[in-house]
């Protein structure tokens, strides 16, 4: 059994972003059966255990890591095909797919890791702190004091927001379930391998070159989103967030984690990103906003506040956009 516009990618995108928002990342659930991208990280460290050896010239490793990227973001968008096909037909398929949505993106455990981090400062101090976001942050968490801790957690926040959230739901919105499964492993095949360090520079770069440009428009707006974000938050700064999203978004490392980041320091009034270690390697990058980098518990509640905004605002867009299509063809 099927009903007319049941399975509008609008529809099943609200209900996947309100099953997460419910439900969380359901440890419950894959306590028993292995998470997609768990599933998706064994896939890549076969083939980087094969394919990225020591021995290999550079050019070599460097156009395995080609072959790698391609073969694995195909097989993960014809995976999404295939679930997409058998869901396309009944009630009880639409339901699974906004489960499967609901499954590949992560406002809730996004917000979880880092109050966790607020909490973790609060009450257990600096140690406490670096515990928990070691959880979220690629960087050395023992190199950082109290407000590195503290500006760490916020900036996990504005960049896993475009990752985490706003790009599975774009890709889903433009290809369906085959654009969301191929975003899912190319996102994690940036965070596994696309890294500079000599190991994964070569093997690594055509990983990190496509989860570039596959978030080149998720992370713009997710500065607009959390720049609008801002309008709705106890002492959020919208216009200034707009100011230092534009000013600020090309000094990133990253072509694209700037946009959220900038946003986000605007809005609270802080400098993020800033000069940071990565095991014995420091980066000497340039400072995103131009308030104080003394952040605190208080602040990481205040980009909290404003991302949970940001989330509310992307859902009324997305609903809203199905009741003018059903109120268009209403008319």
């Known amino acids: 059994m099927t009903l007319p516009g049941l399975h509008d990618p609008l529809l099943l995108l609200y209900a996947g972003l309100v099953i997460d928002a419910l439900f969380g990342d359901m440890s419950w659930l894959f306590r028993a059966l292995p998470h997609p991208v768990i599933l998706a990280g064994r896939a890549i460290s076969w083939f980087e255990r094969h394919l990225n050896r020591q021995r290999y010239p550079g050019w070599l490793r460097w156009s395995q890591g080609v072959l790698t990227v391609v073969l694995l973001v195909g097989i993960a968008g014809a995976l999404g095909w295939s679930f997409q096909r058998l869901c396309r037909t009944t009630v009880a398929g639409a339901a699974a797919e906004a489960f499967v949505v609901a499954i590949l993106v992560a406002q809730r455990s996004l917000f979880d890791h880092v109050a966790a981090v607020s909490s973790a400062l609060l009450y257990n101090g600096l140690a406490g702190g670096r515990a928990a976001v070691s959880h979220i942050v690629g960087r050395d968490p023992f190199s950082l004091d109290g407000p590195g801790v503290a500006r760490a957690a916020i900036e996990s926040l504005a960049e896993n927001f475009s990752d985490g959230v706003v790009a599975p739901a774009f890709w889903y919105l433009l290809l369906g379930l085959p654009g969301i499964f191929a975003y899912k492993m190319a996102n994690t095949l940036d965070s596994m391998i696309g890294h500079t360090i000599p190991h994964y520079r070569a093997f690594g770069r055509a990983a990190a070159r496509f989860d570039d440009l596959a978030n080149l428009v998720p992370a713009r707006l997710s500065g607009v989103l959390i720049a609008a974000a801002a309008v709705f938050s106890h ?97």
């Open 235 to 331: 002492s959020g700064r919208p216009a200034r967030a707009v100011v230092i999203m534009l000013r600020d978004a090309r000094k990133h490392r990253s072509p694209n984690a700037g946009w959220p980041e900038g946003a986000m320091a605007g809005a609270l009034g802080l400098a993020l990103a800033g000069p940071r270690r990565y095991g014995e390697v420091v980066v000497a990058d340039p400072w995103v906003g131009d308030g104080s980098a003394r952040a605190a518990p208080r602040d990481i509640h205040r980009a909290l506040v404003i991302y949970k905004n940001a989330c509310l605002i992307l859902w009324g867009l997305v609903m809203g956009a199905w009741l003018a299509g059903h109120l268009s063809f209403l008319a």
